[in-house]
Nanobody, 119 residues
């Protein structure tokens, strides 16, 4: 059974930093592209960042470029999202997800972790 478990969310002041982690189990982690998504209240879920399974190349949404960094540790089956210079509009539930190799379809999702940025 595949499980993705996020952690590291919380309350932080604007301009601060948080590091999210997502521990995966029940899958061959190195064969999965891993992504982070978020959903703010009243809004649709949106893409934040992804890291490729093969070469660990990354992509980010324009709204987080230069502030958020995605990384992975295949020895720990874990993907991270380092979030710096947080803004009020970054407040959301953050989800990690897994897409098998090059399918581009995220089949597995975590339960989410809340990030709240205060002024």
């Amino acid at each position: 059974q595949v499980q993705l478990v996020e952690s590291g969310g919380g309350l932080v002041q604007a301009g601060g930093s948080l590091r999210l982690s997502c521990a995966a189990s029940g899958l061959t982690f190195s064969r999965y592209t891993m992504g982070w998504f978020r959903q703010a209240p009243g809004k649709e879920r949106e893409f934040v960042a992804a890291i490729n399974w093969r070469d660990s190349s990354t992509s980010q949404a324009d709204s987080v470029k230069g502030r958020f960094t995605i990384s992975r540790d295949n020895t720990k089956n874990t993907v991270y999202l380092q979030m710096n210079s947080l803004k009020l509009e970054d407040t959301a539930v953050y989800y990690c997800a897994a897409a098998y190799m090059t399918t581009g379809t995220y089949n597995y999702w975590g339960q989410g972790t809340q990030v709240t940025v205060s002024s």
